[in-house]
């Protein structure tokens, strides 16, 4: 069987996608099993040719970013985008929310030059085919999409709630301890990693399909939190993630009433 032609590729990240898949010893045995003809941290960049599929961490924070990836979209067939970053904008996407001005002065002496992009998920950009949204990734999940690659299985992704899993695990619920936790509109997949750990959801693998924000909302505010603490707590680590239910929903308003 010919191997699938494979590369892994980073936009304006931390490099902490790709740093999972190399910490993961099933991931290098895997790769037996690919072409793998780039990967930043590994090889150096020269294969010209095209992919059957491209991993891409990161946000897209420049015109390079966006040049390059047109360029990978051209010569590859399936697009995935690994981490929060490149499927819903991540942590960099909090400048959309901010003052673009003092956001640079804080960054650098002169800002005269400097022409301010607006964080992006690559899907704003390019046809993405696959997301696997976390911050950092699963390193499970993203073993079993490259299975997948390698059995032709289609790959599906996880579609329950945080809570879902959260509650089969028996965790005492942190909504109750007044804590907020986006759990409930939060799509699932990680095992309840922070509720299991103590520590609320932060929404990192992106909106629940089906959420109910309205019914969400009105649990907030009988629990006393603000309109302020539910979007910072959304736009954390999911981005621009939660943008669109926020606004089916009017979330502020809602808030505000
Ligand atoms: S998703 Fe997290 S680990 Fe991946 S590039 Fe963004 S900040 Fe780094
Ligand atoms: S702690 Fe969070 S994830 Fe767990 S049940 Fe409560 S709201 Fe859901
Ligand atoms: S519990 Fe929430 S914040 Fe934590 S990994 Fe899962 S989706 Fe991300």
């Known amino acids: 069987m010919k191997k699938p032609v494979v590369g892994v590729f980073g936009v304006s990240g931390c490099a902490g996608c790709m740093l999972t898949m190399l910490y993961e010893d099933a991931f290098k ?3 037996n099993f690919l072409d793998l003809r780039s990967f930043p941290l590994i090889k150096e960049d020269k294969y010209t040719g095209d992919f ?3 991993f891409i961490e990161g ?3 420049s015109d390079e970013d966006i040049m390059k990836l047109n360029e990978i979209r051209k010569r590859t067939k399936k697009v995935v985008a690994i981490g929060s970053c490149a499927a819903l904008g991540g942590v960099p996407s909090a400048k959309n929310f901010l003052d673009q001005e003092k956001v640079m002065k804080l ?3 002169k800002t005269n ?3 301010s992009t607006l964080p992006q998920p690559i899907s704003m950009h390019i046809k993405v085919d696959y997301s696997l949204p976390q911050c950092p990734p699963d390193k499970k999940e ?3 999409f490259i299975q997948c690659i390698l059995t032709g299985r289609e790959f599906k992704p996880y579609e329950n709630p945080v809570c879902f899993e959260c509650r089969k695990k028996g965790n005492k619920c942190l909504l109750d301890e007044g804590k907020l936790c986006l759990g409930p509109i939060t799509n699932g997949g990680c095992n309840a990693l922070c509720p299991s750990n103590k520590t609320t959801c932060y929404g990192c693998r992106g909106p629940l399909k089906e959420a109910n924000l309205k019914a969400f909302i009105n649990l907030l505010k009988e629990k006393g939190f603000t309109k302020k603490e539910l979007h910072d707590k959304m736009r954390t680590f ?5 943008g669109e239910l926020e606004e089916e929903n009017k979330t502020s308003r809602w808030l505000e009433n």
């Open 59 to 61: 946000t897209v924070c």
């Open 142 to 144: 993203i073993l079993e």
């Open 238 to 242: 999911a981005g621009l993630g939660f």
């Open 29 to 31: 045995q895997l790769s």
């Open 113 to 115: 030059q400097l022409k």
């Open 52 to 54: 059957d599929y491209v």
């Open 107 to 109: 960054v650098y002496p």
